[in-house]
């Protein structure tokens, strides 16, 4: 007979040493958004006893209004989602077969050099996808619902973690205990910041103007980046004639035009649009996101662990947040099942210090890339200006660096973890 056995039989209270070993969960998750979902759908479909915790009702969250972005979704985030069985149930699922990248201004139209990739370029299909988040997000929690996943409307309010887990406070006073806890809680990630956890980063000064638009002609399954002085212009189709679009201004000047009804609104928006598309009106709500950088110096601490946002919030201009996310979730997920099938403890230091090493350096790197970009093309210096013409020019001129553009921008590149590849953990 085990000790735990022999323990069990006597009435009286357990000895010392089991008392702090009863978890409710393997797993609670802060944060039930895209991230915190995903994360939740990928552990449960190991085996962890996983709860997810937010404070915004599941009806808040699955409002059709709740938040107007439409994501462009790498190659490695399809596969993911495919995996854990989302992926099939999502409608509306747009595919970008072409991306132009020009410089260009308001009135002129964008510049004669272009950067064009192309899908025939990559064996994979498609480079990416549009998903709308009216779409995934409830997608995201039908699933989560269906793998019968505890779901507690409430926030994580403290933690003390221990040798052994981490006893988790919720707003209601009500305690749990797991054996790791992983903050999905996003950019302002009360869970790094109360671990101690120190970020850097710095605000853009530049506003995202968040809407979807109807056009008149069709998009051809393109994607276009225009680089406008004040911040980068994208324009992602959707299916049927209609797109969304990232327009990026000064916050000041972002406030003034968010402000302006329906039709002035339209009237800043179409000359730095162009006439390429026929005539353009709006299809559905306009939404507005400041921009920051911002990267947590550490991604693990002593029985925690932070996800997507939580972990890293990088400027939109290449649509790489949530793709950037999900390759955390499918590497976490990874990183915890092998430890839990190898006997090691989940949640030891150095079973979370894999999941850092793993990353980390990724998610710098295209923070620092993202930064860059925005810092040299949101402007108007006539010598940048020709600079970054004759780079595109160039870069396009060359087929080995167009290639390997898109397989990073479609996240094909590094040691993808199993998820990421279409495999189950
Ligand atoms: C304009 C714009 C366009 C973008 N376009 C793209 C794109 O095309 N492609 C792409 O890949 N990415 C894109 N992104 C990035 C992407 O939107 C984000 O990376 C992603 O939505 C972050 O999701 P998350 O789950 O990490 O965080 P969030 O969505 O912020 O979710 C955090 C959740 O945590 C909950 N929470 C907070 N505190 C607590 C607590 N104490 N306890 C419990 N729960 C808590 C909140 O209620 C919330 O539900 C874009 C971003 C912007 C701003």
Redesign the pocket.
């Given at each position: 007979m085990t000790v735990a056995a022999a323990a069990a039989m006597d009435n009286g209270p357990p000895p010392p040493i089991f008392r702090g070993m009863s978890f409710d969960d393997d797993i609670l998750?802060?944060?039930?958004?895209?991230?915190?979902?995903?994360m939740a759908l990928a552990l449960a479909s190991a085996g962890f006893r996983t709860t997810l915790?937010?404070?915004?009702p599941p009806k808040v969250?699955k409002a059709k209004d709740f938040?107007g972005?439409?994501?462009?979704?790498?190659i490695s985030?399809m596969r993911v989602l495919k995996t854990l069985g989302v992926w099939d149930a999502l409608t509306d699922v747009q595919s970008i077969l072409h991306i132009t990248v020009t410089d260009g201004r308001a009135g002129e139209g964008p510049s004669p050099l272009m950067l064009a990739f192309d899908h025939g370029e990559i064996e994979e299909g498609p480079m990416g996808y549009?998903v709308e988040?009216r779409h995934l997000r409830p997608a995201l929690m039908q699933a989560v619902n269906d793998a019968n996943i505890t779901q507690i409307d409430?926030?994580?309010?403290g933690f003390a973690p221990d040798t052994s887990g981490v006893a988790i406070t919720?707003?209601s006073g009500q305690t749990r205990r797991a054996r790791l806890l992983i903050?999905?809680?996003?950019?302002?990630?009360?869970?790094g910041r109360d671990s101690g956890i120190k970020r850097q980063g710095w605000g853009y000064d530049q506003t995202?103007l968040?809407c979807a638009v109807a056009h008149e002609k069709p998009h051809g399954e393109t994607a276009h980046q225009f680089f406008m002085p004040p911040g980068p212009l994208?324009i992602?189709p959707l299916t049927g004639n209609r797109a969304?679009i990232?327009w990026?201004e000064t916050t000041a000047r972002a406030a003034e035009i968010q402000r302006m009804n329906d039709a002035d609104y339209l009237d800043i928006l179409r000359p730095r649009f162009g006439g390429f598309l026929g005539r353009i009106d709006l299809a559905g709500d306009r939404?507005t996101?400041?921009?920051r950088l911002s990267i947590a110096d550490h991604f693990v601490a002593p029985r925690v662990a932070l996800?997507?946002?939580?972990?890293h919030?990088?400027h939109?201009i290449?649509?790489?947040?949530?793709?950037?996310?999900?390759k955390d979730v499918a590497a976490l997920g990874e990183v915890l099942t092998d430890a839990h099938r190898r006997g090691e403890d989940m949640a030891a230091p150095d079973v979370l210090a894999r999941y850092e090493r793993w990353r980390r350096f990724d998610t710098a790197t295209l923070a620092f890339a993202t930064d860059t970009f925005n810092k040299l093309f949101s402007n108007d210096n006539p010598l940048l200006r020709t600079a970054r013409d004759i780079g595109l020019g160039l870069t396009n001129a060359l087929p080995g660096v167009r290639r390997r553009l898109i397989r990073e921008a479609a996240g094909l590149t590094g040691d993808l973890p199993r998820l990421a590849q279409g495999k189950h953990l």
């Open positions: 998750i802060a944060g039930g958004g895209l991230n915190g979902t995903s915790v937010d404070p915004k969250r938040d972005r439409g994501y462009a979704l790498s985030s549009m988040d409430d926030h994580v309010a919720l707003g903050g999905c809680d996003g950019r302002d990630s009360a869970i995202a968040v994208a992602l969304s990232v990026t939404f996101y400041p921009l996800v997507g946002d939580a972990a919030v990088v939109p290449a649509g790489q947040g949530l793709n950037a996310g999900l």
